[in-house]
């Protein structure tokens, strides 16, 4: 977990570190028997030694019989191991798209919709087709493995045979006493088992440090966003704000550009927004704001300095989103406020006035346990919200911060009207001693904002105030004419 936090956003959607990731968590719970595991297997390979030691003294054409006949088996066991753990590493993205079945048709989050369109026996129907597929491969792999195991244990066990055959002669000869007899077959007869469980054990052992390599590959992998070594602090009361400087961003793995030589400013105290249809880039200005990538080309300037000069501790707790796919902490109501501010998320005076601005009191003052009703259905206790109740905690969350600027993506797509009205003035309220920007979709909320983006194909082709874009012909006011239209 503490590694996965330091990773950055574009690593999380990159489908090659979730299969690491994946791989990664299930090894850490499945190795942990390892150290024991080392340990006695140090301790047979002491006695096996001792034993071996003392026979080979006394016969050491025996020893040479025993182990040339253990070798193969030896061998196989190691090849095979590699085998199937190159097979597993392979069948990887196969068993998390399982995963991913499984949990559409059995969690509580997607059951709505897998009932409403009856989607379960189909999603039911695929996840059989491909697990079956695996296990028919599983199931040829672990007959091929027995098949040649145990031929070549029968290698082992002639070898037995032959080191027991001389033992025998040795004594018809007179070249053995029965005293001596008795002592090598006993040895012998340790000696196999000790080299059989040995050979099981060690077999295991490599097998579980190979599976630890994928531990350590995800270790290994690293955010590819640099810090600053020596960060500026970040300025208390900003100056000149924030200047976007020909800012353009593709995300890894696209093929245009999300956006496309950006620039506007954002001044302290004020409030911009962002319109323009799905996909236009709004939210990857967010997300490039606050240092969840780092742009392609142009410059991201905060007061003047480039936003790589700054930490992005710095950057986070100075720069607050509310995102457009906000998290539904199943938690208690108070946690979900709280953790706007997690240093410093006990202080209950800024936690009700948090909640007031969110205009969630009227929530809290309606749930059994108050503040500290668990919500959301997942433990023992919760009670459900609805969607725009959730929506009022994550921007009480929001104002839980110092931040200087306030970014709201989408944040009031499920309120209602008169709880987005308070919401707004709640911004511009904000905005006096803070920024804050806005993305809608809904030109009621945007008409407030002292300058308004009209995004498109990721440019910016217009900007300007409500009243100035209104005056003149173009994107916004069509798209505001259409939408009044819908209330007349
Ligand atoms: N994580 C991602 N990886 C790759 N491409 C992405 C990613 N997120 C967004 N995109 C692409 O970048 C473009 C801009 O997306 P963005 O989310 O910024 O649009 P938006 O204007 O916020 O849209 P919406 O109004 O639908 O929220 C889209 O074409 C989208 O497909």
């Known amino acids: 977990m503490r590694h996965a936090s330091t990773l950055d956003l574009s690593s999380f959607e990159n489908p090659k570190v979730q299969d690491q990731l994946d791989r990664a968590r299930k090894q850490i719970a499945a190795r942990t028997p390892l150290l024991a595991q080392s340990l006695s297997q140090i301790q047979s390979s002491l006695t096996l030694f001792a034993y071996a030691t003392g026979v080979a003294l006394y016969a050491p054409k025996l020893i040479v019989i025993i182990v040339l006949g253990w070798i193969p088996a030896a061998l196989c066991g190691m090849h095979f191991n590699t085998v199937s753990y190159i097979e597993e590493k392979n069948k990887l993205p196969q068993r998390r798209y399982l995963d991913y079945l499984r949990n559409l048709v059995a969690s509580s989050a997607p059951a709505k919709e897998i009932k409403g369109y009856r989607l379960a026996d ?11 597929a695996l296990h028919k491969q599983e199931t040829h792999f672990v007959l091929r493995r027995t098949l ?10 002639i070898a037995q045979l032959c080191a027991y055959l001389y033992l025998i002669v040795a004594v018809m000869g007179g070249g053995l006493s029965i005293g001596g007899f008795a002592f090598l077959v006993m040895s012998l007869l340790r000696i196999t088992n000790l080299m059989q469980s040995s050979t099981t054990g060690l077999t295991q052992l490599a097998s579980q440090a190979l599976y630890l390599d994928d531990l350590y590959d995800f270790l290994s992998e690293k955010s590819r966003m ?18 976007f400087r020909n800012v353009s961003f593709e995300y890894t793995g696209a093929h245009t550009h999300a956006i496309n030589d950006i620039s506007f400013t954002l001044r302290p105290g004020e409030v911009i927004a962002f319109v323009g249809e799905n996909g236009a880039g709004k939210s990857t200005i967010v997300k490039l704001l606050s240092r969840m990538y780092d742009a ?25 989103t509310t995102h457009q796919d906000f998290i539904r902490y199943q938690l208690r109501a108070i946690d979900n406020v709280r953790f706007g501010d997690i240093l410093d998320g006990a202080n209950e005076e800024r936690i009700h006035r948090s909640i007031d601005y969110a205009s969630a009191a009227a929530l809290i003052a309606k749930l059994k346990g108050g503040l500290r009703q668990i919500v959301g259905h997942l433990f ?16 009480a969350r929001s104002y839980m911060g110092r931040a200087q600027i306030y970014i709201f993506d989408e944040p009031t797509a499920s309120l209602d009207a008169k709880s987005e009205q308070a919401t707004f003035s709640r911004i511009k309220e904000l905005a006096r001693g803070a920024s804050a ?43 505001f004419t259409l939408q009044a239209a819908g209330y007349r």
């Open 122 to 132: 189909y999603f039911i129907e695929q996840y059989a087709s491909l697990s079956n």
């Open 437 to 479: 920007v806005i993305i809608s979709h809904r030109f009621s909320t945007v008409r407030m904002a002292d300058r308004i983006y009209v995004m498109d194909g990721g440019k910016i082709i217009q900007a300007g105030t409500h009243e100035q874009l209104m005056a003149t012909p173009g994107s916004y006011s069509d798209l």
């Open 148 to 157: 040649v195991t145990s031929l070549l244990s029968c290698l082992g066990a």
């Open 226 to 243: 640099t810090e600053a070594l020596s960060p500026r602090p970040f300025p208390q009361r900003m100056q000149s704000g924030v200047e």
């Open 296 to 320: 392609t080309s142009g410059s991201i300037l905060i007061d003047g300095a480039d936003i790589s000069d700054y930490s992005t501790d710095d950057i986070r707790s100075n720069i607050v």
């Open 380 to 395: 023992e206790g919760g009670v459900g919200l609805s969607g725009g109740e959730w929506q009022k905690l994550a921007i």
